[in-house]
């Protein structure tokens, strides 16, 4: 059985346990063995999936200190990102890594496509608003013209 702690420094560490009894609670020691890249985008995978997004974040991030090429820790970053501004700037990151990064593509034409559908939707609502103030401007004028 491992235990998997964040250190005081932030960073992820295994430990093997043997024999731990139930609810005793996981120690941690700086020396301990510290998972490979791999390992920790498993970990972050798995932290994303059941819904843990700041760990996941986290984790990723760790990934990403050491290698900042890494396609996937980006596009996993995008997947748990916060705003649609930081998915957009992790998808664009995965897409200067890889301009045909199939995936990341989709993802940002999908984003333009609601940004745009977003941007129209309130461009209709102005201009129904404008008509609408338009219409009572008019309505008040012939009210004030027949009294």
Partial sequence: MESVNITNSGRLAVRKVAGR??????????????PNLEQLMQLGIQ????????????????????DKQNERA?????????TPADRLRYLNTVLRINPNHPTALREVKQL????????????????????????????????????
């Fill in 21 to 34: 009894p139930a609810g005793e609670p996981m120690e941690y020691r700086e020396e301990d063995n510290t």
């Fill in 74 to 82: 980006w596009l996993w970053m995008a997947a748990v990102a916060e």
């Fill in 112 to 147: 333009q496509q609601k940004q745009e559908s977003n941007t129209s939707q309130t461009i209709r609502y102005g201009f129904l608003i404008l008509a609408v103030i338009a219409l009572l401007i008019v309505l008040a004028f012939v009210v004030l013209v027949l009294a």
């Fill in 47 to 66: 932290s994303a999936r059941n819904g843990n997004t700041e760990n996941a974040r986290v984790i990723f991030q760790q990934v990403l200190d050491a």
